[in-house]
């Protein structure tokens, strides 16, 4: 079936629907992963998001029971330059096609990707909608004006608490879920951190009844400045128990710090992003999926530390307290899709728990 990708400034691109035709305004955004596609569409950081693939050929490994980072798919369509109609990889269990038309998710394939992509880039990310060649082009782009994007958080996060245990457990920690990814709660797990799992808006005094010895905020979708309350109870932790956080939550700790955040022009999507640790002296190439950023200048020298940036722009990519257990960085450590260079930082969590756990019971109060 022929249709459309229409832009709110009023571009269209061509191609051919795939997947479950009803579709939906969402904000367009490109990834630049080579692989992992079915990571991708079901990241709930991609909530609200439709998702140009910039790899030309999808699909040819097919999708399987693994791989998926959440129990539904998060994106509102996806936009493709060819895919596979069968694939070829023995964990493959059906088509990319088929994954699609089940999870209800819009697809549009026979697309210059290419030419879309420099268009997001030379323009930014926009409202766009896929569209099926008979409907109405003049509706559609009222419907484009008109939209204004949802509470993401809100329709990601866990409704109720859950455990994730280890075979043996070492430290307990809180884990706040603002659209958290199976593979982060995998690589805490693997380090016998035992995991309750709270929901977004849950409250410190909710959090503490667990009695945690650190605290994680996870990635998630949209604009972290808007989350105001999860700012709030965010700063009840500090000085109290370690807290880390990613992405999401890693935005959330620098607003919680007195800093600021910023929407990006396109965003950083992909597994293939440089990123120099500056304590390590070292690149390490980073899966990323954010469109906010922490605004340098508006973080406090005196108190934090900055401790990666992104080589391509310069952009904190890290960042930690200078006396209390904070930590953070904005990229995705346990990759999924990506290269698995930075899964340290997990490790400099755990590290950052047992040094925290052998203070004497006055530090804090002394600081």
């Given at each position: 079936?022929?249709?459309?990708?229409?832009?709110?400034?009023?571009?269209?691109?061509?191609?051919?629907?795939?997947?479950?035709?009803?579709?939906?305004?969402?904000?367009?955004?490109?990834?630049?992963?080579?692989?992992?596609?079915?990571?991708?569409?079901?990241?709930?950081?991609?909530?609200?998001?439709?998702?140009?693939?910039?790899?030309?050929?999808?699909?040819?490994?097919?999708?399987?029971?693994?791989?998926?980072?959440?129990?539904?798919?998060?994106?509102?369509?996806?936009?493709?330059?060819?895919?596979?109609?069968?694939?070829?990889?023995?964990?493959?269990?059906?088509?990319?096609?088929?994954?699609?038309?089940?999870?209800?998710?819009?697809?549009?394939?026979?697309?210059?990707?290419?030419?879309?992509?420099?268009?997001?880039?030379?323009?930014?990310?926009?409202?766009?909608?896929?569209?099926?060649?008979?409907?109405?082009?003049?509706?559609?782009?009222?419907?484009?004006?008109?939209?204004?994007?949802?509470?993401?958080?809100?329709?990601?996060?866990?409704?109720?608490?859950?455990?994730?245990?280890?075979?043996?457990?070492?430290?307990?920690?809180?884990?706040?879920?603002?659209?958290?990814?199976?593979?982060?709660?995998?690589?805490?797990?693997?380090?016998?951190?035992?995991?309750?799992?709270?929901?977004?808006?849950?409250?410190?005094?909710?959090?503490?009844?667990?009695?945690?010895?650190?605290?994680?905020?996870?990635?998630?979708?949209?604009?972290?400045?808007?989350?105001?309350?999860?700012?709030?109870?965010?700063?009840?932790?500090?000085?109290?128990?370690?807290?880390?956080?990613?992405?999401?939550?890693?935005?959330?700790?620098?607003?919680?710090?007195?800093?600021?955040?910023?929407?990006?022009?396109?965003?950083?999507?992909?597994?293939?992003?440089?990123?120099?640790?500056?304590k390590r002296d070292q690149i390490f190439i980073t899966a990323q999926n954010h469109g906010y950023v922490v605004v340098d200048e508006s973080l406090d020298d005196q108190i934090i530390e900055v401790t990666h940036f992104n080589v391509n722009d310069t952009s904190i990519e890290?960042?930690?307290?200078?006396?209390?257990?904070?930590?953070?960085?904005?990229?995705?450590?346990?990759?999924?899709?990506?290269?698995?260079?930075?899964?340290?930082?997990?490790?400099?969590?755990?590290?950052?728990?047992?040094?925290?756990?052998?203070?004497?019971?006055?530090?804090?109060?002394?600081?």
């Amino acid at each position: 079936m022929k249709g459309y990708l229409v832009l709110k400034d009023g571009s269209i691109f061509e191609g051919t629907l795939f997947g479950d035709v009803t579709s939906e305004v969402g904000e367009l955004v490109f990834n630049t992963s080579m692989t992992g596609y079915q990571e991708i569409i079901t990241d709930p950081s991609y909530y609200g998001q439709i998702v140009v693939l910039t790899y030309p050929l999808i699909g040819n490994y097919g999708v399987n029971d693994e791989d998926a980072q959440h129990e539904k798919t998060a994106i509102k369509g996806l936009v493709v330059n060819e895919i596979n109609e069968s694939f070829s990889y023995w964990r493959g269990k059906s088509t990319l096609e088929t994954y699609l038309l089940e999870h209800r998710v819009i697809g549009i394939k026979d697309v210059d990707t290419r030419a879309l992509t420099k268009h997001i880039r030379d323009y930014g990310t926009m409202t766009g909608k896929i569209i099926r060649a008979s409907e109405d082009l003049n509706q559609c782009l009222e419907q484009l004006n008109a939209y204004d994007f949802l509470e993401h958080v809100k329709a990601v996060t866990t409704k109720e608490t859950y455990y994730v245990q280890p075979n043996v457990e070492s430290y307990k920690v809180a884990v706040i879920d603002f659209g958290i990814k199976k593979n982060i709660l995998e690589a805490l797990k693997q380090r016998n951190l035992g995991l309750k799992v709270f929901p977004a808006f849950s409250t410190y005094e909710e959090i503490m009844t667990y009695t945690p010895d650190a605290v994680f905020l996870s990635n998630g979708p949209g604009n972290p400045e808007t989350l105001t309350d999860i700012i709030q109870e965010t700063k009840k932790f500090f000085g109290v128990i370690p807290v880390f956080g990613i992405c999401l939550g890693h935005q959330i700790l620098a607003l919680a710090l007195g800093g600021k955040t910023k929407k990006m022009k396109f965003g950083h999507r992909g597994g293939n992003h440089p990123v120099k640790d500056i304590k390590r002296d070292q690149i390490f190439i980073t899966a990323q999926n954010h469109g906010y950023v922490v605004v340098d200048e508006s973080l406090d020298d005196q108190i934090i530390e900055v401790t990666h940036f992104n080589v391509n722009d310069t952009s904190i990519e890290g960042m930690k307290h200078k006396v209390l257990p904070i930590l953070s960085i904005q990229y995705h450590p346990e990759a999924s899709p990506g290269p698995l260079e930075s899964g340290y930082i997990f490790d400099d969590f755990l590290e950052m728990i047992q040094k925290h756990k052998n203070l004497p019971q006055n530090f804090l109060e002394a600081i």
